[in-house]
């Protein structure tokens, strides 16, 4: 820093101010600075920056060896959220959720010297391991709305994004409504399951049971052929619900193919909804409706708790939207 301050002509604290992006420093100063560190090729020492700081300007992020769409898009918009900040991410995976796995993924990262930990999941084993090391470092859960205690949470607002969706095939005129449920070990999924059942109960309707699913393409699939199957059975038939809404796109897929193969047309027989607007889902035939969560503003939102759990500060509210993507999927009902 000296060496940039002397071909600058500049002090070192000018420099400091430099590289600090402080406002009181002249669009020419700045320039000077710039250039003197362009022609020494001079790098910050971030070594000895924590040192004095005690701030590595960097966090961890603990997340599902998947491609899963909400983690997946989660991390990434917790790293443009991070660089936009100057800070950096480094990722580690687990391939299951229990608590050893993401307990030994949080020491890793306390041996690291990080100034914080995200844990993005909102799966029951991995909220037990947080809730056991949350002291240990500033932590913050995406997934989980509220845990209490030190633990910082992040997440979309899963309730209301499955009103979202109930509300819209309810205003369709639709009154029966099939859910097929995420793993009952997500709390994203039970929240959805929770919006969806509430809402129809304030509007007057009894809901069929939901049915258990997880968040695969294939299990949508075998859950669509047998609908159609127990709709078709000589006996007892059970007819097709009017609508569908399914916990995440996936499963709405694999209901598409599966009545699309047994002749049932949607939405004119069967209207279906999705949740996450997954990349292509306005390219399923028919073209998916879905509810879209911000992404965006939940990495944005995620940072902003880790920054308030580093400084010791209250936490923010960690709720973020989500929004309906009114497509083909979905129509008005008519009499059968």
Known sequence: MHDVAQVAGVS????????????????????KVQSAIAQLGYRRNSVA??????????????????????PTMTLIALENAARSTGMSVSVATVTQWDVAAVQASLEHFLDQGVDGVVVIASHDEAVRAVQGFAHRLPVVMVGPSDLGGEVYTAAVNQYAGARLATRHLIELGHTDILHVTGPSVWLDARSRARGWSDTMRQAGLT??????????????????????????????????????FAANDQLALGLLHAFAEAGVRVPHEVSVVGFDDV??????FPPLT???????????????????AIAGEPAVDGLVGAAMRVRSSTRRRSER
């Open 290 to 308: 879905t509810v879209a969560p911000d992404f965006a503003a939940l990495g944005r939102r995620c940072l902003d708790q880790m920054v308030a």
């Open 12 to 31: 070192h604290q000018t420099v400091s101010r430099v590289l600090n992006d402080h406002p009181n420093v002249s669009a020419a100063t700045r320039a």
């Open 279 to 284: 990349e292509g889902s306005a390219h399923f």
């Open 49 to 70: 920056r924590a040192l004095v700081t005690r701030r590595t300007g960097s966090i961890g992020v603990v997340t599902e060896d998947s491609a899963l769409h909400g």
């Open 207 to 244: 809901p069929r049971d939901p049915v258990p699913g997880d968040w695969k393409a294939s299990t949508g699939y075998g859950i669509g052929a047998e609908l159609v199957a127990r709709a078709g059975a000589a006996s007892g038939a059970e007819p097709l619900p009017t609508a569908v």
